[in-house]
């Protein structure tokens, strides 16, 4: 059987974009493809133009679709490709962002039209599109240095077409994509089991928080139908919003940003500061819920419950959360009700101020109506639904390791640090 042998690179020569292998050539994108050519859009007003048989490929279109682009939220008319800059771009060729998500890369698995956005480019040896997917996957956080110096930086078809590639002997391209491929599909695999986690968590959320374990009898209330041993109260009548209070007795001091409370796991995370390097904070206490209240760390989902280890049981959070104290409720029950979209759009459609700047309102989280069950049940649920996300956390960490790896891969293998052949 073959194996793949690994070895340092000894001999280097420099050119323009660094040191690479002595053996390996380097060129320019347009000496190594048939066609680079930038898109084009339909008048939108023109209804004969939209929703036809073509898939029209956005910067959005990219961005979600990861290595392989297989369909578009957008489509175009036979009619409004003859009468616009786009063209067909055949599948299997690159697709590469010129502003917007500035270098995100994608390969179409379809023919595809797209706009003037993106760059379709169709490799004179078409077996190489894999290898340019991830050396401009590699290239994409340098562009800044090469981009076009306006309002916005972005890059140009010009640029594009005159950057560098370094090209390895065709079998070690071939192998160096088939590496980066098998780690590529690893992170697929965890990337599903992490989609039905996710639609796992959600359809239990939907039953837990309306309809219980076990019960056969419901009635009807203000917040939907519920089971017959729940009662519904509003939030304040079982928590507090704390008001805040200065801290004065310590050197050092736990201190929570918003970059620190998550968007997918329980605890908050947090950090030691000297108390007078905090100009405005929230007081929170261990065991506190912290609530964002402003947009868009609300629509987010951002919150967190403070951990039981910070220093003194104290800490300082942003201004941007209500730090909620629970006291007739189980707090992680709370947190997974404030989760459901059910309870926290409530909050969000009473969100006041400025365009960017909304911040929902103290009243709006106090009077919000939620369900209560017996204290033994909001465990039973919390227990239930942490443990679906201590699945997602462990997912979400795999897929954070085979992504260093990929990296890393990218890092020694796309310059010849380090070289990959078939023993």
Known sequence: MNRLKFYKEADFKNTQIGKIPADWEIEKLEEICDKAKAGGTPLTTEKKYWNGTLPFV????ITIAGKYLTETKTSISEEGLNNSSAWLVPENSLLIAMYGSMGEVSINKIPVTTNQAILGIIPRERDDVEFLYYWYLFFKPRWKKYSKPTTQANLTAEILRNSVIPLPPKDERRIITEVLGVVDSAIEVVDRIIAKTERLKKGLMQTLLTRGIG?????????????????TVKLQEVAEIRGNKRVNDFEKIACIPMELIPQSQILAKYQIRAEEDIRSSTYCEAGDLLLAKITPSLENGKQGIVPSDIPNKIALATTEVFPIRCSGINRFFLFYVLKFSKFRNKIISSMIGTTGRQRASKESVERLEIPLPPIDEQQKTAEILSNVDEKLELERNEKSRLERIKQGLMDLLLIGKIRVKVD
């Open 58 to 61: 956005k910067i959005e279109d």
């Open 215 to 231: 019960h056969k009898e419901y009635k009807q209330t203000p917040i939907g139908t519920i089971p017959k041993t729940w009662q």
